[in-house]
């Protein structure tokens, strides 16, 4: 059985791109970082809500992962 999902893989770039943002907040690149932001909170955590519904791949992992990216 696979764990990692599609929807997954999106959360998982959603995670390292809240990563980068920090970078870019400590290197004085506020605006690149807000982009990242809006990004991340306005597209990348609404897709992968909306391809585990629509694929109905929800699972336990998936909900951890998404919890822990929700609150970095």
């Given at each position: 059985m696979r764990y990692f999902k599609f929807k997954?893989?999106?959360?998982?770039?959603?995670?390292?791109?809240?990563?980068?943002?920090?970078?870019l907040l400590f290197e004085d690149k506020f605006a690149l970082a807000s982009y990242i932001f809006f990004i991340n909170v306005i597209i990348l955590d609404l897709l992968d809500g909306y391809i585990a519904r629509a694929t109905k791949t929800a699972n336990e992992f998936g909900k951890h992962l998404d919890s822990v990216t929700d609150f970095f």
């Open positions: 997954d893989c999106i959360t998982t770039l959603n995670l390292f791109l809240s990563f980068y943002a920090v970078v």
